[in-house]
């Protein structure tokens, strides 16, 4: 089992940066591979970026590709995004996620990121 919890949304200004957090417990953390997905208000859940469980490779969706970085910290069992230039189409429920295989099966409750232009 694994429980996530993010921290670290708010409101932000565009151009501004932001660092979520999600702390993991359960010791199975460092055998997951890790993901952010983010919602927006009428919209599906969509893909940001995903880390491997040894952190050695990354993935991140094209809209995000060269503005947010992930990365994990297995000894304090916390998975980061950091998001710089940041713009109002960032705006939505993040959510960190982890599985394995490809198949993500814990979700936290999502913090909310607000960009304003």
């Known amino acids: 089992q694994v429980q996530l919890v993010e921290s670290g949304g708010g409101l932000v200004q565009a151009g501004g940066s932001m660092r979520l957090s999600c702390a993991a417990s359960?010791?199975?953390?460092?055998?997951?591979?890790m993901g952010w997905f983010r919602q927006a208000p009428g919209k599906e859940r969509e893909f940001v970026a995903a880390?491997?469980?040894?952190?050695?490779?990354?993935y991140y969706a094209d809209s995000v590709k060269g503005r947010f970085t992930i990365s994990r910290d297995n000894a304090k069992n916390t998975l980061y995004l950091q998001m710089n230039s940041l713009k109002p189409e960032d705006t939505a429920v993040y959510y960190c996620a982890a599985g394995r295989g490809g198949v993500y099966d814990y979700w936290g409750q999502g913090t909310q990121v607000t960009v304003s232009s």
């Open positions: 880390i491997s469980w040894i952190g050695g490779s990354t």
């Open positions: 359960g010791r199975t953390f460092r055998t997951h591979a």
